[in-house]
Nanobody, 121 residues
Framework: QVQLVESGGGLVQPGGSLRLSCTAS????????MAWYRQVPGKERELVAG???????NYADSVKGRFTISRDNAKNTVYLEMNSLKPEDTALYYC???????????????WGQGTLVTVSS
């Protein structure tokens, strides 16, 4: 069974930085896309950034130039480096993995449980 476990959320002042991590556990052979989404109460979950197995990235316009997504395929881990944080970045951040191949079964999509990021003075 594959699980996604996030870490790194917390409280930070405006202008500060945080680094989120998400590791996929299990007998994983390959993960096609890994991504970060975020959601605030009353709004739909939105894509923050995504990265393919080959390293191609995409970002929401609202975070371009401030956030950087990266991954370590050997560790099945994706990172989100968040700089120049704003109060509007406050949200529950979810890790997402797509097209996961394991030694026993393949998964179309998996989600982590979320880690809270609060940007406030």
């Amino acid at each position: 069974q594959v699980q996604l476990v996030e870490s790194g959320g917390g409280l930070v002042q405006p202008g500060g930085s945080l680094r989120l991590s998400c590791t996929a556990s299990g007998m994983i052979l390959r993960i096609n896309v890994m991504a970060w989404y975020r959601q605030v109460p009353g709004k739909e979950r939105e894509l923050v950034a995504g990265i393919s197995n080959g390293g191609t990235t995409n970002y929401a316009d609202s975070v371009k130039g401030r956030f950087t997504i990266s991954r370590d395929n050997a560790k099945n881990t994706v990172y989100l480096e968040m700089n120049s944080l704003k109060p509007e970045d406050t949200a529950l951040y979810y890790c997402n993995a797509q097209s996961i191949a394991t030694v026993r079964v393949n998964y179309r999509e998996l989600w982590g449980q979320g880690t809270l990021v609060t940007v406030s003075s």
